[in-house]
């Protein structure tokens, strides 16, 4: 065999290794990224479950409320409104701020409540407040475990070298799922209505 023809075949089973390597490597982080995207993916399926169960407890709630304090039909309102909003909520972003806006409708809800006590002797509604209470728990739970995720999938793509391959592969940076502004200030109670 001919000097030539040896670095010929030399050089074609060197790029041949560095062509198997490139895709060794493209095919790992793409699988990485659609591995991360789908624990963000999962993670959101499971705030939006306890989300619904939320929403599902609401109406008995406010019906419960309704008939103890039909004079608060403002709050009562909101919170229907909010639920309303909720509902009709398409993307995660618009989700995320409609439930924020609901939670803050329940707090609200529930401060009214202090001033009925026949209200918060009624064994319905204690069984619904609890219940309520633990779905709050839940979302909590959730809504970190979905951050979590996103706080993963976002610093993977923004890492180098996935950096430049993220865009490629059409991955984006995903949002947080952030508390409302109104989680921030305790609640002002007043029991002088009593």
Not at 19 to 27: G, N
Not at 38 to 59: F, H, K, T
Not at 60 to 89: C, F, P
Request: glycine letters at 6%.
């Amino acid at each position: 065999m001919k000097k030539g023809a040896k670095i010929g075949i030399g050089c074609l089973v060197a790029v041949i290794v560095v062509v198997l390597i490139l895709v060794s490597t493209f095919k790992g982080m793409y699988n990485s990224l659609v591995n991360l995207d789908e624990g963000v993916n999962n993670s959101w399926a499971q705030v939006e479950n306890q989300l619904q169960r939320r929403y599902d407890l609401i109406p008995n709630l406010v019906e419960t409320v309704k008939g103890y304090a039909s004079h608060e039909k403002e709050v009562l309102t909101e919170v229907t409104k909010a639920r309303a909003s909720v509902g009709s909520a398409q993307t995660p972003a618009d989700k995320m701020e409609a439930n924020n806006a609901l939670s803050g409708a329940l707090s609200r809800l529930l401060l009214v409540v202090e001033r009925y006590p026949d209200l918060k002797a009624n064994q319905n509604f204690i069984r619904l407040q609890d219940e309520l209470a633990g779905t709050e728990n839940r979302i909590a739970v959730e809504r970190r475990r979905y951050n979590e995720q996103v706080q993963l999938f976002n610093k993977k793509i923004r890492s180098f070298p996935t950096v430049f391959f993220a865009g490629m592969f059409g991955f984006e940076k995903r949002e947080y799922f952030e508390a409302p502004a109104e989680a921030k200030q305790a609640p002002k109670v007043d029991f002088s209505n009593k």
